[in-house]
Every structure is written in structure tokens, then in C-alpha cells.
């Protein structure tokens, strides 16, 4: 049995984090997009491009699934590796927490195969894709909880406003902190 992950919030910016892995919060294009992805290929620079252009000319040329991970370089980011995941856009009409779920525990399970023991998640789908931001924390948090293992030792979740930093608090004070 491997010991639990250490779970920490961080009001930050998630491309100034030195970890193994950042999460990526990518669009299914994987070529770039607004806010969380918008700023690491920036940051990270065109190393990053070009790998998600070469993953869409092979495995990934109708693009990467919403709920489904992989990684490419980190570029010019202090972390080792980006792992891109598509987080759900929020529909009050339809319950996508399993697809918001699996963002979570696949992006730790590429992680695991990448031996990073570190990792940094944004606050996937709470941005331009309207998930509210207490139920992602949530759904977060609880994923991560039941899925973090295999030599994973932090995740730290990246709050880029007090909002989100509350909203993460308090999952992790009713998940156990």
C-alpha cells in the first residue's frame, strides 16, 4: 500500500510551478486555446506546440476526448512534464461529473506512468467552460483523494483567485483534508 498523497492549495500561477507535471486545462484541439491553456503554451513556448501538433498527426487527429490525458514537454515551464487533459463544458441539462472525474484520475494515471511525484492541477472546467467553481473543487478533490498513488506524493491545486482558493479549502476540509 503506498502512502496517500499530501494535497495543498497554492493561489498562484500554475506555469510558475516547479513540479514533475502541470495539468494542462487543454481544449480537444491540443493546439492551444484561452486561459489555464493559453498561458502555459505561452510560458512553455513552441516545444509545446509542436508535440501537440505531432499528437495530432498520429493517435490524436480528431483531437484528445474531453476526459481522457496525455503529456508532451513542458518546454520553458520549471515543470517537467504537461499533461493535457479536456475538462466537460458544465450542463445544467446533463450530469458531466464522471467526464470532469475521469480528468482527474487520468491525468494522475499518466502521471504515475510518467514516474512524477509531483503534480499541479489547475481548477479544470471552472473557467470559460462554466463549471461551478464549489462542485469542481468537489469533484476534484474526491478524484484526486481516490486516485492519487502509485509514488504520487503532492498535488498541489492551483487557485488563481480567492474564490477558488475558498472553494478548494473547503472541499478539502469535508474530504478529509
Known amino acids: 500500500m503506498t502512502a496517500m498523497a499530501t494535497l495543498t492549495i497554492v493561489r498562484g500561477d500554475i506555469t510558475e510551478q516547479s513540479v514533475d507535471a502541470v495539468v494542462n486545462a487543454a481544449n480537444s484541439s491540443l493546439l492551444g486555446g484561452g486561459g489555464v491553456d493559453g498561458a502555459i503554451h505561452r510560458r512553455g513556448g513552441p516545444e509545446i506546440l509542436a508535440a501537440c501538433r505531432a499528437l495530432r498527426a498520429g493517435a490524436y487527429g480528431k483531437g484528445l476526448p474531453t476526459g481522457e490525458a496525455v503529456a508532451t514537454t513542458a518546454g520553458r515551464l520549471p515543470a517537467g512534464h504537461v499533461i493535457h487533459t479536456v475538462g466537460p463544458v458544465w450542463s445544467q441539462a446533463e450530469d458531466r461529473s464522471a467526464l470532469l472525474d475521469s480528468c482527474y484520475r487520468q491525468s494522475l494515471r499518466v502521471a504515475a506512468e510518467l514516474g512524477a ?61
Open 117 to 177: 511525484r509531483t503534480v499541479a492541477f489547475p481548477a479544470i472546467s471552472t473557467g470559460i467552460y462554466g463549471w461551478p467553481v464549489d462542485d469542481g473543487a468537489r469533484i476534484a478533490v474526491r478524484a484526486v483523494r481516490e486516485a492519487a498513488g502509485e509514488g504520487i506524493e503532492e498535488v498541489r491545486f492551483m487557485a488563481f483567485d480567492e474564490r477558488t482558493h475558498r472553494a478548494f479549502e473547503a472541499a478539502l476540509a469535508t474530504n478529509g483534508g
